[in-house]
T-cell receptor, first 115, second 111 residues
């Protein structure tokens, strides 16, 4: 089966600019996650969707980050305006259900550099 | 909130030596998952442990879940250069809907 697709793979922007990332989860997966992974650290959950509803966005900096999952399939994550500390890899993942006995499947990630 | 602590943070071994990383929690875990992330790559699921005292093996990798379901370990026998990467443990929080990640153990292997 096809994996989680993400684009772009790399992005370089200047601080205060805007950027958007796109994710297409594995077909049929109801749960979609956006993680931020700063170099040398573990993945940090930004937002979790169940179909097109938000399950958890407690660690999403809502003053600058936004995410949507229209129609419960594809998702976009936007940063506006970007800060230097937003430089990280943004990982999208999906799983069939949010139950404890499943695991997320990760996409290749988008490496964002903010200069 | 629930946390999973992982040690050591870094490990540097000679090829052929064994390697172990540990994951600890102050609360009882529903399950524990282990992932491997190669340099420049994304986390890849390795295994999930659910039962108290469970031990699972994948070739040279041995995974254990503690009797109290508060700790887990990943042991690699006779490391190879292909084992290089960061190993993460992760566990579901109380209502089982949020995956809590350890900070990972980065393994370097000298050929």
């Amino acid at each position: 089966e096809a994996g989680v697709a993400q684009s772009p793979r790399y992005k370089i922007i200047e601080k205060r600019q805007s950027v958007a990332f796109w994710c297409n989860p594995i077909s049929g997966h109801a749960t979609l996650y956006w993680y931020q992974q700063i170099l040398g650290q573990g993945p940090k959950l930004l937002i979790q969707f169940q179909n097109n509803g938000v399950v958890d966005d407690s660690q999403l900096p809502k003053d600058r980050f936004s995410a949507e999952r229209l129609k419960g399939v594809d998702s976009t994550l936007k940063i506006q305006p970007a800060k230097l500390e937003d430089s990280a890899v943004y990982l999208c993942a999906s799983s069939p259900t949010p139950k404890y006995n499943v695991h997320p499947y990760f996409g290749p990630g988008t490496r964002l550099t903010v200069t | 909130g629930q946390q999973v602590m992982q040690i050591p943070q870094y490990q540097h071994v000679q090829e052929g030596e064994d390697f172990t990383t540990y994951c600890n929690s102050s609360t009882t875990l529903s399950n524990i998952q282990w992932y491997k992330q190669r340099p420049g790559g994304h986390p890849v699921f390795l295994i999930q442990l659910v039962k108290s005292g469970e031990v699972k093996k994948q070739k040279r990798l041995t995974f254990q879940f503690g009797e109290a379901k508060k700790n887990s370990s990943l042991h690699i026998t006779a490391t190879q250069t292909t084992d290089v990467g960061t190993y993460f443990c992760a566990a579901y929080a109380g209502n089982n809907r949020k995956l809590i990640w350890g900070l990972g153990t980065s393994l370097a292997v000298n050929p």
